[in-house]
C-alpha cells in the first residue's frame, strides 16, 4: 500500500472520519491499474492514491460511495458487457460494472468502508475510569480519559489522556459517549462540561441521592430540564450493589446495548450533491462537475467518459441523441 494512503488512513481513522480504501486486486492489461495499487476515497469523491484511468477511477468513487453508505465492503469487476454477464452468472457476490474502455483492459476492484469505531471520553479518576478504558479499548474504540492528575501509562487501555477538563481537546462530536466517573472530586463542573458538548450519551457513576444532588446543583445555576434530561444516572445497567472494578463493566454493557439499538452508530458521512449524466455513446455513469469531454447537441449538453465517445458521438450526433431515455 502506498506510504501516504497508509498515513491518511491512521489519521482519519485516529479522528474518528469515514473513508473507504479501494485496492486493485486482479487486472488484465493494457489496463493503467496495477495489482496492489490502493486509494482512498473520502465522502466529498476525493481520491487519494492511484486506480485507474478515466474508465476506472469515477466507477470506482461511485459504487465506493454506497459501500460506505450500507457499511459493506465488495469486489467490483469492471469489464466489457460480454464479460459482465460471464462474471455474474458464474461468481456470486460480484458487483459488476460494465466499462467503455477503448483500451479492453479489466480491473477486480476491492472496495472497504472503514467507518468510525465509538468515541469514549471518560472524566475522573477511579478504578472504575481504568477498567473501563481498557475493556473499551479492547473493543477497539477510540478512548480519551480526563485526568487532572493522571499520566498516559495509568490508562493503557486509552488513546489520550488529558489532564485539564478541556472537552475541546477531545474532538467530542454527537456521537460520542461521555462518563463522568470523579466520585464526587469535581462531578458538578464535570458534568456541567458534559452536557456543554453533543455528545449522544453522558451517564454520571454515582448514587442516586448524589446524582439528584449534583443535577439540583446545576439546575440552580440555569441547566434546563431538557439538558439535564440527557444524563444517565447513576451510569450503567443496574447490576446490583457491585465493586467499583465492575460498575465499568455494567457502564459498558448499557453502551454496547445503546449501539446495538442504533444509538451509538456511526454518523452517516455527509451527502455531496452529485449530479451523474449517461455517456450517450457507450452508457457509463458519467460526474457532470468533473466531466472533462463533453459536447452540446440542440441545445442539450451531453457528457462522455473519453475523448474516443466524445468523437463518436460528434460524427452523427443525431444518433446517439435520439437514444438517449427523455
Known sequence: ???????LAADLSRRGRPFVLATVVWRRAPSSGKEGSTALITPDRRVR???GGACAEPTVIREALRALEEGTSRLLFLGGEEELLLEARSRE???TVPIACQSEGALEVYVEPVLPQ?????IGRSPAVG???????????RTVVV???????DYPGADRVLTALELSDADVTDRSVIVVATQGHYDEAALEAALATPAAYVGLVASRTRADAVLGYLRDRG??????SRVHAPAGLDLGKIAHEEIAVAILAELVQERAAGGLAAASPAEVPTHEAIDPVCGMTVDVASAVYRSTFQDTTYYFCSAGCLTR???????FAAAVPG
Do not use: I, K, Y
Open 118 to 122: 465509538p468515541h469514549l471520553v471518560v
Open 49 to 51: 492514491g492511484w486506480l
Open 147 to 153: 485526568d487532572e492528575s493522571g499520566l498516559a501509562e
Open 131 to 141: 477498567t473501563l478504558a481498557s475493556m473499551a479499548g479492547a473493543l477497539g474504540w
Open 1 to 7: 500500500m502506498n506510504a501516504d494512503v497508509l498515513a
Open 93 to 95: 457476490g460480484v458487483v
Open 313 to 319: 458521438f460528434e460524427e452523427d450526433p443525431a444518433r
Open 223 to 228: 441547566a434546563t430540564d431538557e439538558q439535564l
